[in-house]
């Protein structure tokens, strides 16, 4: 069977290598994008800009590691191709997203890196750290400093995996100062520690992707901090975890666990869910969180498996087994109505990463069976009834990107067929020599027959 994922994985790679758009050594291609007109925000169609969540960079990724996985020429070339034009159009990214790593140079570095290593071409891998050490110049008090998408949290493992990969302690002092921006940025409670990441993004109506009323709202009305990976304390605490554990120093841990503690703090035994902060409303009733990487599930999950692995924590278990078990309820039920989408963002592809993660962290088999159910699924009715595989933007068609269309998917084939070779796209960390994960009971429900 799992021949068949790098099939899939091979097909898609071919799709957008044939539908790229060349100019000399760089290629680009045509996507839904979300374009101000008159005001709004409304979804359109263009070429894709560098960076490694919706743009070239991420592509270049996949491709490069597809290269690696079959050896395909066409899958080097375009590889290549999309690399060098990440590298060449970084410019493009506006100043308030340059030091990110789903949105900034940094993430187009480390995407040039992997690609020069899959590639056997140094000349990209000397390109892509030279635009890591262009972000780590940057100011670590920008605009948009908190969070995994953009911020400080996003960066700092993967200046630390740079650092320890490289022998550079420019990368690892780097990663430190952005540690201790983010200290300094928490916000103490009796819930733990949290930070305002949305209210930056509601400064940037533009760069955030925040609709205009939900943006008007967070201007008004301050409303809790968020839960989750991608903008919340699950993704600082990662964040501040790998430090102590690449440091040693107590206090990142102190903090880590805090954000995990504010992240604890919202759960909903009786509903078994952590709610949506991002409309809620004092004195208004909870509403359940998406599971997804960006929000919910998925992505508090993710955080807790790495971060067992790291300290041991048996603490850890009871947020990762309610994980578990809310991730594959929905997942089982969006398999069921056929509804949803195979983006690694919010989509069948993200959801299964959990699955995949837990099973290489415990060795539960119904973890993996998990995996290759949604892959299975996405093969019957997408891949092998010739239809689009769904994209995650709303109301668009296919989309080529890592993050919200083709790549990711591909990408998520490629880890299913061999998880051991190909490193996740969602939680970019440092190599872990020791594991403190073990399996615990029944942490997910019975697949339905």
């Known amino acids: 069977m799992r021949s068949l994922y790098l099939e899939t994985a091979f097909d898609i790679g071919a799709k957008l290598a044939r539908d790229a758009v060349w100019d000399g050594a760089r290629c680009n291609w045509f996507g839904p994008l979300h374009e101000d007109f008159t005001g709004t925000q409304e979804l359109g169609c263009g070429t894709l800009g560098p960076t490694l969540y919706d743009g070239t960079a991420g592509i270049g990724l996949f491709l490069a590691r597809l290269h690696k996985a079959t050896g395909d020429p066409l899958a080097a070339r375009t590889a290549a191709g999309a690399i060098a034009h990440a590298l060449d159009r970084a410019a493009d990214i506006p100043d308030a997203l340059h030091r990110g790593v789903y949105t900034g140079f940094l993430g187009i570095g480390y995407a040039a890196i992997e690609a020069g290593a899959a590639l056997e071409r140094d000349d990209l891998h000397a390109q892509g750290l030279a635009m890591v050490h262009r972000a780590v110049a940057l100011s670590p008090d920008g605009r948009l400093a908190i969070d995994v998408m953009s911020g400080n949290a996003g960066i700092i493992p993967v200046l630390l995996a740079l650092g320890a990969a490289h022998d550079d302690a420019e990368l690892t002092d780097a990663a430190i100062v952005a540690g201790e921006r983010l200290l300094d940025a928490a916000e103490p409670s009796e819930r733990g520690l949290s930070w305002n990441a949305m209210g930056e993004m509601a400064e940037l109506v533009d760069l955030s992707g925040l609709s205009d009323d939900l943006v008007a709202d967070f201007r008004t009305q301050r409303r809790p901090n968020l839960t989750g990976l991608s903008h919340g304390a699950g993704g600082v605490g990662w964040a501040l975890l790998e430090l102590a554990a690449a440091t040693g120093d107590d ?123 949604i892959a299975r699924h996405g093969i019957e009715r997408y891949a092998g009834a010739g239809r689009p595989w769904p994209s995650g933007t709303p109301g668009a068609g296919e989309s080529p990107s890592l993050m919200l269309g083709l790549a990711g998917t591909g990408h998520f084939y490629l880890r299913a067929h061999d998880p051991d070779a190909i490193p996740s796209a969602l939680l970019i960390a440092p190599p872990s020599t020791v594991s403190h994960a073990r399996r615990v009971s029944d942490p997910v429900p019975r697949l339905a027959a």
């Open 251 to 373: 206090r990142f841990a102190a903090a880590g666990r805090a954000a995990f503690a504010y992240e604890d703090s919202w759960f909903d035994a009786a509903a078994d869910q952590w709610p949506d902060l991002r409309s809620h409303d004092p004195g208004t009733p909870l509403g359940a969180a998406p599971a997804a990487w960006c929000h919910g599930a998925v992505g508090i999950g993710l955080a807790r498996i790495r971060a067992f692995a790291l300290t041991g924590d048996a603490g850890m278990r009871t947020a990762i087994e309610s994980a578990l078990r809310i991730s594959a309820r929905s997942v089982i039920g969006q398999l069921a109505r056929r509804s949803g989408n195979y983006s690694l963002c919010h989509g069948a592809a993200g959801d299964a990463e959990i699955f995949l993660a837990w099973a290489q962290a415990s060795g539960d088999a119904q973890a993996r069976a998990l995996v290759d159910e």
